[in-house]
C-alpha cells in the first residue's frame, strides 16, 4: 500500500504553449464564421482542445533527443531500426510497414484485400476505417456486444466483440468473402472501452475455425493492456508489455497510428505476419508512402515513435492517463451529467441523446451540445453521432446508435486545474441543456462530412 493516495502527473514541465481566454461574444462569432463545424475553428481562438488525442500529446525529453538523433538516410537508416525493434519488442510480426499516419496503414491494406462483395467486421470501425473499408466496395460491419451500445451500461470490457454474432456473419456471407476480422483497442467509436484477453481469444477462436486472419486496430493498445491488468482475472501482477505481447500473440498482424499509444505527433505503421500480402502492401506503400524503411515519415519521427513506445508501458505513465481521464468522467457522472460507462481511456463520452432528449436525432443533438460547450467556454469537444455515422454510402441518412460528444485527452499535456476548469463549463452547460436548439446541415461533402459540413442552429 502507498502512504499517499494522490496520482500526480508523472513529469514536470519545462516549457509552455500559451492559451488565449475569449469572450462568449467573439466564440459566437467564430462559430458562426466556422459554419457551427469545430473542425473549422482556429486552434488559437480555442482555450482548452479536447477535439481529439491523436497527435496532440506532449513528448518528453528523450523523445526530442530522438528528434535531434534522428537520421535522414533514404534507405536503413538506424533511426529505421531503432523503430523496428521498438515496434517487435512488443509486436513481433514479421513484417513491419511504417506510414505517416495510421489511416494509410488501413488504405495500403484494404486496397490489397478489400474490395466489392468481401465484408470486414470489427467490434467498431473508427470513421476512416470504415471509409477505407468503402471506398474498396467491400462493406464494414460493427458487431460489439449489445452493452457497447448502451451508453449507461457498466460493464468492464465494453469493446469485447460479440462472437455469436461474428460466427454468424461469417457463415452467412461465406469464409471466402471475409478476407480478415479486426478488433479496435480500445474501442473508440463505442467509448473508448477496453476489449479483454479473454474476448480476443474467442475471437481468434472463432477465426481460426474459418481460416480467417485476424488483425488489431491498435491505436490505443497501452491503455487497453492497463485495463486488462486492472479488470481482468489474472493479470493484476502481469508487466504491461507481457499485456500487449499476449494482445500480439492473439493477432496475425495491426493497423497502428503512432499518434495515440506511439505517443508521437505523426506517424503509424501495419505490421502482419503473411509474406504475399506483405509483398502487395509493401508494393502499394513505395507508390503512396515512400520507401519501406521509412514509409510517408522523416528518420527523426520514428525515433519519437521509438522512445515513446517504451514510455507508453510505463506504468506511472498508465495509472496516471487512465486515472485522469476517469477524475474528469467521475466528477461529472457526479453532477448527473449522462456519460457512457465506464469511463474510456483516452476521452470521456458525454450522452447527448440523454442529456438532449428534446433533439431529435436527424437534428443532431451532440453537434449542438459540441457547439454549446465551446460558446460557452472555449472547450472544443467532437460530436460522434449522427453527424459522422449518419450518411450511408447511398446518400440516405440514418440516426447513429449513440449521439455522442466526446472529450478527448490529449497525453501529458492538460493539467488537473484545466479539467477542473472542463468540469465547471460542462456543469453549466448541463444545467441549461433544455434551451438548446438543434441544428441542421447546410452544406456537406459525400463521405466523411464531419469534418467539413456546415450548420445552421434551427430558430
Ligand atoms: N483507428 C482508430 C481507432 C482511431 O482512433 C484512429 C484515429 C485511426 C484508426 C486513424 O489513425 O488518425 O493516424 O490516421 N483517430 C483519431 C481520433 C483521428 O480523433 O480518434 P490516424
Not at 528528434?67 to 519488442?89: C, H, K, M, N
Amino acid at each position: 500500500m502507498e502512504r499517499f493516495r494522490t496520482i500526480i502527473e508523472p513529469f514536470r514541465i519545462k516549457s509552455v504553449e500559451p492559451i488565449r481566454l475569449t469572450t462568449v461574444e467573439e466564440r459566437e462569432a467564430k462559430l458562426r464564421a466556422a459554419g457551427y463545424n469545430l473542425f473549422n475553428l482556429r486552434a488559437a481562438d480555442v482555450l482548452i482542445d479536447l477535439l481529439t488525442d491523436s497527435g496532440t500529446g506532449a513528448m518528453s525529453a528523450e523523445q526530442w533527443a530522438g528528434i535531434q538523433r534522428g537520421d535522414e538516410s533514404y534507405a536503413g537508416s538506424p533511426s529505421w531500426f531503432r523503430f523496428l525493434d521498438a515496434v517487435t519488442d512488443l509486436w513481433p510480426f514479421r513484417h513491419v510497414i511504417p506510414t505517416h499516419q495510421g489511416r494509410a496503414a488501413e488504405k495500403i491494406l484494404f486496397s490489397v484485400i478489400g474490395g466489392p462483395g468481401k465484408v470486414i467486421p470489427s467490434n467498431t470501425h473508427f470513421d476512416t476505417t470504415r471509409a477505407n473499408v468503402e471506398f474498396t466496395g467491400a462493406e464494414a460491419v460493427d458487431l460489439v456486444i449489445p452493452e457497447g451500445r448502451e451508453p449507461a451500461t457498466i460493464h468492464p470490457f465494453k469493446g469485447n466483440m460479440d462472437t455469436d454474432a461474428l460466427d454468424a456473419l461469417i457463415r452467412a456471407r461465406g469464409a471466402e468473402n471475409v478476407p480478415v476480422v479486426f478488433v479496435t483497442v480500445t474501442n473508440n467509436s463505442g467509448g473508448g472501452q477496453p476489449v479483454s484477453l479473454t474476448n480476443l481469444r474467442a475471437v481468434r477462436e472463432v477465426c481460426d475455425r474459418h481460416g480467417i486472419p485476424l488483425f488489431l486496430d491498435a491505436c490505443r493498445f497501452a491503455e487497453n493492456a492497463w485495463f486488462i491488468r486492472e479488470r481482468e482475472d489474472g493479470y493484476a501482477a502481469v508487466a504491461v508489455p507481457d499485456i500487449v505481447r499476449e494482445m500480439a500473440s492473439l493477432a496475425d498482424g495491426m493497423t497502428m497510428s503512432g499518434k495515440k499509444d506511439a505517443l508521437a505527433n505523426i506517424g503509424g505503421w501495419l505490421a502482419l505476419n503473411d509474406d504475399r500480402w506483405a509483398e502487395q502492401c509493401r508494393n502499394l506503400l513505395i507508390l503512396t508512402e515512400g520507401f519501406p524503411t521509412y514509409g510517408g515519415l522523416a528518420g527523426r519521427d520514428l525515433e519519437a515513435m521509438a522512445a515513446g513506445l517504451r514510455e507508453v508501458v510505463d506504468e506511472d505513465y498508465l495509472r496516471y492517463r487512465i486515472r485522469s481521464t476517469a477524475y474528469l468522467g467521475e466528477a461529472l457522472v457526479a453532477a448527473g451529467v449522462p456519460c457512457v460507462q465506464p469511463i474510456g481511456g483516452h476521452a470521456v463520452y458525454l450522452d447527448a441523446a440523454a442529456l438532449l432528449p428534446h433533439i431529435a436525432a436527424l437534428e443532431y443533438p451532440g453537434q449542438a451540445l459540441a457547439c454549446a460547450l465551446y460558446r460557452e467556454g472555449g472547450i472544443r469537444g467532437c460530436e460522434i453521432g449522427t453527424v459522422m455515422f449518419g450518411m450511408r454510402p447511398d446518400g440516405s441518412e440514418v440516426a447513429a446508435p449513440m449521439e455522442l460528444v466526446r472529450l478527448a485527452i490529449p497525453r501529458r499535456v492538460y493539467t488537473q486545474s484545466h479539467i477542473d476548469y472542463v468540469i465547471e463549463v460542462i456543469r453549466w452547460v448541463a444545467e441549461r441543456a433544455s434551451a438548446l436548439r438543434g441544428m441542421r446541415i447546410v452544406e456537406q461533402p459525400s463521405a466523411l462530412r464531419h469534418f467539413t459540413a456546415r450548420f445552421e442552429p434551427i430558430q
